[in-house]
């Protein structure tokens, strides 16, 4: 059973990227000013991988080859600030191969995965310790942005109140974060003002080095965080708004094969043109999907702490 609908799938996604899908429109936005920002000294972006998945460009944005092989990460963003340490999502943890049972069939069967060391010990080997995090942000609750929890018990979970209502709700997509418990959830909200074109924002630090909008679409509390550094580099980490830099760069859609992973199709593909609009009033600004193993590895990494002494 599993084979010929594997096949099915594929040659589906073959004959997909055969087409020429055109990216969606995504017209400049005059009226987008670039927000103002004080990182403080100190303050730092780092990748934490935590495993790979493999993939291809034709199941990952519309209009990708087949033959384009893609490595997916999963694993946290860390920001080190002088007034707390975040977490973006957590990653695989040590129990990914049960993990992922939970996640979509599809995905399942067509992805191959490795692991790698958990958030927490990465954390640890760079002598941070996993009980002085501020939080884990979640981008979105989905089972391969929550795996890593249970590696760090006690540590609050910050969604926002949207998401925490889709993870105690019956989708399944959210059941392993339902698996893992909700005790250490925090739902937040947008106190701030109007940032980038959101409507609403949450200045974490006050300084603007960290801005949180609400971006639904992939799920019904996903978030996209603005982060800016002292060395002058503005990061936006979209979660899986894009699985792959195409999906805002074109911009383009999951391709149709993979798009059930969507909870609002409509929504996302507005998203993914505001970030597009985005990206064109900010050159430089780093887009940081969730899973592009090719932006991950441009992002500074956590050095190993000095244990000679
Ligand atoms: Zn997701």
Same mark, same amino acid.
């Given at each position: 059973?599993? =084979? ?29 000013? *670039? ?21 291809? /460009? ?6 990708? #080859? ?25 990653? $695989? ?23 790698? /060391? ?17 939080? *884990? ?10 795996? !890593? ?16 209502? $889709?993870? #105690? ?41 960290? *801005? ?8 019904? !509390? ?34 149709? =094969? ?27 600004? =780093? ?23």
């Amino acid at each position: 059973m599993r =084979i010929p609908l594997l096949s099915l799938a594929l040659t589906a996604a073959l004959g997909l990227s055969n087409c020429s899908s055109a990216p969606l429109a995504a017209p400049a936005d005059p009226a987008l000013t *670039v927000p103002a920002t004080q990182p403080p000294a100190g303050m730092g972006l780092y990748a934490v991988q935590t495993g790979r998945m493999y993939s291809r /460009a034709a199941l990952a944005f519309e209009g990708g #080859r087949f033959g384009d092989k893609r490595v997916f990460t999963a694993g946290g963003i860390l920001i080190r600030h002088p007034k707390g340490t975040l977490l973006f999502d957590a990653g $695989f943890g040590p129990s990914v191969e049960a993990h992922r049972m939970t996640s979509p069939w599809l995905l399942r069967v067509t992805t191959k995965y490795d692991r790698q /060391a958990t958030v927490a010990d990465q954390l640890k080997a760079a002598g941070i310790a996993p009980s002085g995090l501020t939080a *884990v942000v979640l981008t979105h609750a989905h089972w391969d942005h929550v795996s !890593g929890l249970e590696t760090l018990p006690g540590t609050p979970v910050w969604v926002t109140r949207e998401e925490l209502a $889709f993870v #105690r709700g019956e989708d399944a997509s959210t059941a392993l974060a339902r698996q893992l418990g909700t005790g250490s959830y925090v739902a937040f909200d947008f106190p701030d003002g109007p940032y980038l074109g959101f409507a609403r924002s949450r200045d974490v630090f006050g300084d603007g080095s960290v *801005v949180l909008v609400p971006a639904p679409g992939h799920t019904p !509390g996903s978030i996209v965080a603005f982060v800016a550094t002292p060395d002058g580099k503005r990061y936006a980490l979209v979660g899986d708004m894009a699985w792959q830099r195409e999906g805002i760069e074109l911009p383009a859609e999951k391709p149709w =094969i993979a798009r059930r992973v969507d909870a609002d199709r409509t929504a996302t593909r507005s998203m993914l043109i505001r970030l597009h609009q985005i990206k064109a009033a900010m050159p430089g600004l =780093i887009i940081v999907p969730a899973h592009d193993a090719r932006v991950w590895a441009t992002l500074p990494k956590l050095a190993p702490a000095d244990t000679g002494g």
